[in-house]
């Protein structure tokens, strides 16, 4: 009976189902659960990026973050360069993707092997074989340093075009694969010129395709930082901006732009998911009419009165609204809470070393271990793990944990056991 | 001859504003975007360190230098070996080989559940849900990991809650957090390939080998498996490049002590000013990953052609 059972469980693979359904789980906690954490901190009001201690919820580092200069100018030229990106790379791609189903049986693999290349190509050789290449002709042509051969916007177009356009090529293939040759050639039959064949029939065929194409190299470019770092020479781009940030000092705004990235992103998803629905719908009821069993079709509606639209927009505005609201209102009033707070654990501390030092003072043997705790404690939280200088809430708690500093200071060199630890490693 | 065969036919089948700018558009492309820079760099890693403005004068003559000195090191060191780059390099390459198994052992199951169990709407959400952390730039992510491994990071605090530890372990410094987020940064490009591979394969031989008494081990053994194996080829290409190529990732995670084989490269560049030895230091990374991602299809009897579609 069990060993029925037992075979059944087996047989029907209902362990390796309970399994794999977990490991899907724990999958998409690995994939989410970076970016839902990095989007809490956004939110904290302490001036470190964490999750705990919690402190108050607060907007404002969306507030400075669109008062970073370095970051706005880093992200215009990011949305400049991914047009030019787009404008260069889309039309490269559409005629690298229209000349492989025209080329020659036998170059066709020499050719896809090279144009598919800058795919796999690390990113830092292509940018550094751009920031070369161009360099060396633009001495070639004997042109000054403020000619576009030396020109940040140019070399990282050209740099990131390179690859992206055989991004743009591959989604036109998978297009084109599924183009039937016979209507280019009733075009051209009923006396239409190449150009017009191409205009009027290809291109509104490869429509979808170009639009896909488009945010596909605007993204890419928008995102990309291993070429541009090395094509950007002076200039910056958010990503060259933000590197740089995140490694002298962070703060969470830059958690809060990762909060906007990710909700512009759904959002996108959303509605892509909507407009997809409705064409399938669209494309469904024409079937029907083209079958005879509707007469005429229904007459669609605008995009924005189709109902998910409408509760897409209405969560937007009320997740807006509800952070707008909550960390706005009463910040300060919490943020005067938890300094308030501080202060109390603060003076809690000082009064406890007090104490210490006054037993200390009475035997001086007994105190060692004890006082101890303090000192690493404070340091360890300064120093944060990330070696970040110049986080202003160094400074913050700093000063408002002076008093225990001062306190704790004419113990440090002697008691505290580290110290104790680190002069007999260094005589190790 | 021949040629001009072709192009007189290409001529009169495109016409001549299509043909130029077919020809032109792709010409451009493969000559000044691909083919040249790469010669240029090539060309370039084999010259003499001079400044820029002797660039073409006799004394940016051709030498070997770089090479020699990614192997021997200076003249004047004490050891006979470059020990700090080699060492650099060997572990950037061994790093992002083991980076390539772990997404390669997490990403199969999730192909295969995307690709043969869940349907429907499931699916689709759940496609859907693994591009959105993709558009979130790789710096940011990166930034994530930070946020979470830090010394009072989530982490730390979660295991010293739990009073698994009772000390900040650094987890920086010894690079737990620059593996997490390698491995997390190309997940996207190591599912979609195995995905569609399996996605493919017609669900009955998964039937057939069940009824015949297969367990789930060996049917994923002998049947999927084999069936995946370009989809898994290609992924595994893809990641294992982007892995040794990876930039922003080491130098927003890596540990104070460690470096990557491309900060290497990004110091040459940026710091010393030396581009020759930064261009034959490109050369030799991306050299050996092709080298090495050869030699792994020939032991797996992988074809290139199979996977580059």
Same mark, same amino acid.
């Given at each position: ?260 990235? #990710?909700? %512009?992103?759904?959002?996108? /998803? $959303? @509605?892509? *998911?909507?407009?997809? &629905?409705?064409? =399938?719908?669209?494309? +469904? ?43 706005? #209102?009463? %910040?300060?009033?919490?943020? /005067? $809470? @938890?300094? *308030?707070?501080?202060? &109390?654990?603060? =003076?809690?501390?000082? +009064? ?77 | ?309």
């Amino acid at each position: 009976m069990m060993a029925a059972l037992r075979d059944a469980v087996v047989r029907g693979g209902l362990l390796t189902r309970i399994g794999l359904a977990l490991f899907v789980a724990c999958f998409f906690v690995y994939l989410f659960g970076p970016l839902a954490l990095m989007g809490i901190t956004a939110f904290n009001s302490s001036a470190f990026p964490r999750v705990s201690p919690w402190e108050c919820f607060s907007a404002e580092w969306f507030a400075v973050l669109r008062n970073d200069q370095a970051l706005v100018e880093g992200l215009r030229n990011s949305v400049l360069i991914g047009i030019g990106v787009v404008a260069l790379a889309v039309p490269i791609g559409l005629a690298g993707a229209l000349m492989l189903m025209q080329i020659n049986r036998r170059v066709r693999p020499w050719y896809y092997t090279v144009v598919i290349s800058p795919i796999l190509v690390p990113g830092v050789v292509l940018g550094i074989s751009t920031l070369v290449f161009w360099d060396r002709i633009g001495i070639m042509f004997n042109a000054g340093h403020e000619t576009f051969f030396y020109n940040g916007f140019f070399l990282t177009i050209i740099g990131q075009a390179t690859f992206i356009s055989a991004y743009s090529m591959l989604v036109f293939i998978s297009r084109l694969q599924r183009f039937d040759p016979a209507l280019e050639e009733a075009a051209l039959d009923l006396g239409a010129t190449q150009v017009q064949t191409f205009r009027k029939v290809l291109l509104p065929f490869l429509k979808p395709a170009i639009a896909s194409a488009a945010v596909l190299a605007f993204l890419a470019s928008f995102e990309n930082y291993n070429t541009t770092v090395f094509t950007i020479v002076s200039e910056s781009t958010l990503t060259t901006v933000l590197a740089g940030k995140v490694r002298y000092g962070i703060n969470p705004s830059i958690s809060a732009l990762a909060v906007i990235i #990710v909700a %512009v992103t759904l959002l996108g /998803a $959303a @509605v892509f *998911e909507v407009v997809k &629905r409705r064409e =399938q719908k669209a494309a +469904r009821e024409a079937e029907k009419v083209a079958r005879g069993e509707v007469q005429t079709r229904a007459r669609r509606k605008p995009l924005l009165l189709e109902p998910a639209m409408f509760l897409i927009l209405a969560v937007f505005v009320a997740g807006l609204g509800t952070v707008y609201f909550a960390g706005t #209102v009463g %910040v300060e009033e919490c943020k /005067a $809470a @938890v300094k *308030e707070e501080k202060r &109390r654990v603060a =003076q809690e501390r000082v +009064r406890k070393l007090q104490q210490q030092r006054m037993f200390q003072r009475a035997a001086p043997v007994a105190g060692e271990g004890e006082a101890a705790p303090a000192a690493p404690k404070a340091q360890r939280e300064d120093s944060s793990g990330f070696g970040s200088i110049f986080a202003p809430q160094n400074l913050k708690e700093q000063v408002e944990s002076g008093p225990p500093a001062a306190g704790t200071e004419s113990f440090q060199g002697i008691f505290a056991p580290e110290n104790l630890e680190s002069q007999s490693g260094a005589g190790q | 001859m021949a040629l001009a065969c072709h192009l007189q036919k290409f001529f009169r089948r495109n016409g001549i504003a299509l043909s130029v700018f077919l020809l032109g558009a792709v010409g451009f492309w493969i000559l000044f975007m691909i083919v040249l820079p790469q010669l240029f760099m090539v060309d370039f890693s084999f010259r003499a360190n001079v400044p820029p403005p002797k660039w073409g004068t006799p004394e940016h003559h051709y030498t070997l230098e770089h090479y020699r000195y990614m192997v021997y090191g200076s003249a004047g060191s004490e050891s006979s070996f470059n020990v700090i780059d080699l060492q650099v390099f060997f572990k950037t390459i061994m790093a992002a080989v083991f980076v390539t198994i772990f997404d390669a052992a997490l990403c199969y199951p999730i192909a295969y559940y995307l690709a043969q169990v869940a349907h429907g709407g499931w699916a689709r959400l759940m496609v859907l849900s693994l591009i959105v952390p993709f558009w979130v730039n790789e710096i940011l992510r990166a930034f994530a990991f930070r946020i979470i491994f830090g010394a009072s990071g989530v982490l730390n605090k979660g295991l010293m809650a739990l009073g698994i530890i009772d000390e900040p372990y650094d987890f920086i410094r010894e690079n737990f957090a620059l593996y997490a987020g390698l491995g997390y940064a190309f997940i996207l490009l190591m599912v979609f390939p195995i995905y569609n591979a399996i996605e493919s394969l017609d669900k009955n031989q998964i039937e057939a080998a069940r009824d015949l008494g297969s367990p789930w081990w060996r049917i994923h053994w002998r049947v999927v498996i084999p069936f995946a194996k370009p989809g898994i080829t290609s992924g595994c290409t893809m990641v294992f490049m982007l892995t040794a190529g990876a930039l922003a990732a080491p130098q927003i995670l890596g540990g104070p002590s460690s470096l990557w084989f491309t900060q290497i490269i990004y110091q040459a560049f940026n710091q010393a000013g030396n581009w020759s030895r930064g261009s034959a230091y490109a050369i030799i990374l991306l050299a050996s990953c092709i080298a090495l991602v050869l030699l792994l299809m020939k032991a797996f009897k992988v074809r290139l052609g199979e996977i580059a579609r």
